[in-house]
């Protein structure tokens, strides 16, 4: 059974950093894409930032560019976003998602909340 | 970015009735490999959301065969034949064409 179990989220002051992981299992870590997607309060889904099964090649929407890093250890199966200069917009759930052999965005976690705020 | 706009917001339904949801994109989703990477989510309440449908139409393991895709291009619908109780929730359309991935805004279903 895949499972995609986010941590690190909390309160954190704005400009502060965070860093978030998404540990996995039930699947070969090391074959698919991972994807990080937030969710402010009471809004919809916004993706924020992938990297391929490597970790070569990474993507971030504009917002995060320069603040935030994708992140992979294949060895560990985990993944990892690395949340600098944190922003009170920044404030929501974060969940990772893998791909599978159908597709992009297959299995999500049940995510990790972040709280900016001084 | 590719915009996906979704509709209807919300839909109150009965048990057993059928119900459609639009997503249209502002851009083809044709992709260069030929696939269009066009995903149908559910969002329970509480619940992180999980993929029912990929690729347009083609189903997740265990998604009951009252969901259905279609669509291509730009013009797509999720289809949801004799809804039931546990259908409730917020769908939400996605693209995985172009970066940015998109969202649609969500159309919250409830049960009448």
């Known amino acids: 059974e895949v499972q995609l179990v986010e941590s690190g989220g909390g309160l954190v002051q704005p400009g502060r950093s965070l860093k978030l992981s998404c540990a996995a299992s039930?699947?070969?870590?090391?074959?698919?894409?991972m994807h990080w997607i937030r969710q402010a309060p009471t809004k919809g889904l916004e993706w924020v930032a992938s990297?391929?099964?490597?970790?070569?090649?990474?993507y971030y929407r504009d917002s995060v560019k320069g603040r935030f890093t994708i992140s992979r250890d294949n060895a560990k199966s985990t993944l990892y976003l690395q949340m600098d200069s944190l922003r009170s917009e920044d404030t929501a759930t974060y969940y990772c998602?893998?791909?599978?052999?159908?597709?992009?965005?297959?299995?999500w976690g049940q995510g990790t909340l972040v709280t900016v705020s001084s | 970015d590719v915009v996906m706009t979704q509709t209807p917001p919300s839909l109150s339904v009965a048990i057993g009735q059928s119900v459609s949801i639009s997503c249209k994109s502002s851009?083809?989703?044709?992709?260069?490999?030929?696939?269009?990477?066009l995903n149908w989510l559910l969002q329970s309440p509480g619940r992180s959301p999980k993929r029912l449908i990929y690729q347009v139409s083609k189903l997740d393991s265990g998604v009951p065969d009252r969901f259905s895709g279609s669509g291509s291009e730009k013009d797509f619908t999720l289809k949801i034949s004799r809804v039931e109780a546990e259908d409730l929730g917020v769908y939400y359309c996605?693209?995985?064409?172009?970066?940015?991935?998109?969202f649609g805004s969500g159309t919250k279903l409830e049960i009448k």
């Open positions: 998602a893998t791909d599978n052999g159908d597709g992009w965005f297959a299995y």
């Open positions: 990297i391929s099964p490597s970790g070569g090649s990474t």
């Open positions: 996605l693209q995985g064409t172009h970066l940015p991935f998109t």
């Open positions: 039930g699947f070969t870590f090391s074959n698919y894409g």
């Open positions: 851009q083809s989703l044709v992709a260069s490999d030929k696939n269009t990477y």
